[in-house]
């Protein structure tokens, strides 16, 4: 059973960056796509990015492109998401997943292997 650990988060200025990372441990790690979601207090989970893991083809939410940016080191089965200009609506925990399966990378329903989230905030 895969594991996947996030770590990274935590209270910036608005402006600011960070770099979240996941990594995936025990068994076979064959994911077909890894992604990052969010929940804020009282929202839906929302997907931020994607990385499809053999081709290192990218996906994002439309409010963070070009300030995320998705990848992944495949020695240390390991994805990142760096964080710049963060703001204030980018508050929230922050998950990591894996599925193993193509097609709808940013659906949260059709992953089946998450982290414990992490938290990020933002103050303004």
């Known amino acids: 059973q895969v594991q996947l650990v996030e770590s990274g988060g935590g209270l910036v200025q608005a402006g600011g960056s960070l770099r979240l990372s996941c990594a995936a441990s025990g068994g076979t790690f064959s994911s077909y796509y890894m992604g990052w979601f969010r929940q804020a207090p009282g929202k839906e989970r929302e997907f931020v990015a994607a990385i499809k893991w053999s081709s290192g083809s990218t996906y994002y939410f439309d409010s963070v492109k070009g300030r995320f940016a998705i990848s992944r080191d495949d020695a240390k089965n390991t994805v990142y998401l760096q964080m710049n200009s963060l703001k204030p609506e980018d508050t929230a925990v922050y998950y990591c997943?894996?599925?193993?399966?193509?097609?709808?990378?940013?659906?949260?329903?059709?992953?089946?292997?998450w982290g414990q989230g992490t938290q990020v905030t933002v103050s303004s």
């Open positions: 997943a894996a599925k193993n399966t193509p097609f709808y990378y940013d659906n949260s329903y059709r992953y089946t292997n």
